[in-house]
């Protein structure tokens, strides 16, 4: 019990932000990101309700695929691994709610500001792969996700979080069964022994502690696909939204991050070249080019960026900026995507939930004695 209960544990983590302890929220600072690929000691952490119980063998822990399909199925990771081929992927996740505090006004929920996302190494077998074997029906239109954590109150028999995607999505090579995250075995703070990644879209979707895909023939409905939605129409900044139209939150915004300098940072006196690195994904989509800027968007520099290992991979980008003299300055790094889609200096998708803000990032730092 003491393991479920259990809501701060940062054990084993690398500087991150508290953003709430019950459920157990944290996010990474920019400058943490740094890597290709994401240390598992720098990766966020997003819980919506309480720890499950840990289990003493990994390989013994079993999920089921059942409704509209011919033959369901009841498998142990250990079965997974010797039925279907591993693959290994490396891919961005990220939560819904990554830049919600950048909104104005402010909107409801965790105030993440860039961190809330890493890319991993993921090792495990395609969902695709699963579902043949387990044959599916015409009438299959969609999936819903549970996994083996309590609620916020301790309740098992409620779900925390039961979210589910499209037979399309669900059908994708890199949407995974994963076990393995960055050649270990995966963490149990990160949904260990089994979670489920679909990559691209909202991280709610990713099922920590899977027990369970129920394929269903109509959109599921179960806890958080009423509140991972964004609205049609544009709203009024502080709008409830309560009438307005609104479409479940699919891929995520292109967005890009700084990752060096960091923020906050001091040069010497006489520096005149600095070297600025970063990270940049979009979702469903491709970073298609990453610009920066020392004079608000007046003047840009194109970075060059690092092609991606495969798809949802993000792209590592650098650029060279000249400065004119000692001073302050901020450097602003905007990402474009595939559908010409750029990032905006000033959110303009304002919903109640704050979901897809994904304003250009800013990192402040000083060249010389602040005079």
């Known amino acids: 019990m003491q393991d479920r209960m259990s809501a701060l544990d940062l054990s ?4 991150l932000t508290v953003l709430s302890e019950a459920p157990l929220v944290a996010e990474t600072p920019e400058s943490l990101l740094d890597d290709d690929t994401t240390p598992i000691a720098r ?37 997974l691994k010797s039925r279907f081929p591993a693959k290994t992927f490396r891919m961005v996740l990220e939560c819904g709610g990554n830049g919600r505090s950048f909104f104005e006004p402010k909107a409801e929920g965790n105030a993440w500001t860039n961190g809330g996302a890493g890319c991993a190494e993921w090792t495990g077998v395609s969902l ?13 239109l969609f999936t819903g996700h549970f996994g083996a954590d309590p609620d916020k109150t301790g309740s098992v028999e409620r779900q925390a979080m039961s979210r589910g995607v499209p ?3 669900a059908l994708e090579e890199h949407t995974l069964l994963a076990w393995t995250m960055n050649g270990e075995p995966l963490p149990f703070i990160h949904g ?6 679909v990559p691209g879209w909202p991280g709610s979707l990713s099922q920590k502690w899977l027990k369970r895909i129920w394929i269903r023939d109509r959109e599921h409905d179960g806890p958080g696909m009423t509140s991972y939605r964004v609205p049609v129409h544009p709203l009024p900044p502080g709008s409830d939204g309560t009438h307005g139209e609104t479409r479940i939150l699919e891929s995520m915004p292109v967005r890009s991050i700084i990752t060096a300098p ?14 600025v690195r970063g990270a940049a994904w979009a979702g469903d989509d491709a970073v298609t080019r990453v610009d920066c800027s020392i004079d608000g968007g007046a ?8 092609p991606p290992r495969n798809r949802y991979d993000w792209v ?14 901020e450097i602003f790094a905007r990402a474009t995507d595939s559908q010409g889609r750029a990032q905006p200096f000033r959110a303009v998708n304002w919903n109640p939930n704050g979901y897809g803000c994904n304003v250009v990032h800013r990192v402040a730092f000083m060249v010389g004695e602040v005079v």
């Open 128 to 140: 695709r792969d699963v579902l043949q074997a387990a044959g599916l029906k015409n009438t299959a």
């Open 12 to 15: 084993g983590k690398d500087r």
């Open 167 to 169: 037979i399309t999505k």
């Open 262 to 275: 960091a923020h906050g940072s001091s040069h010497e006196a006489g520096t005149r070249t600095i070297m």
């Open 316 to 329: 590592r980008w650098t650029a060279t900026v000249e400065l004119p003299g000692d001073g302050y300055y």
């Open 43 to 79: 990766f966020f952490i997003r819980n919506n309700g309480l720890l499950p119980e840990r289990v003493e063998d990994p390989e013994a822990w079993r999920f089921t695929i059942d409704g509209e399909v011919e033959h369901p199925l009841d498998l142990s990771v250990a079965e």
């Open 299 to 306: 003047t840009w520099v194109s970075a060059q960026m690092t």
């Open 192 to 197: 260990g022994p089994l979670r489920l990644i």
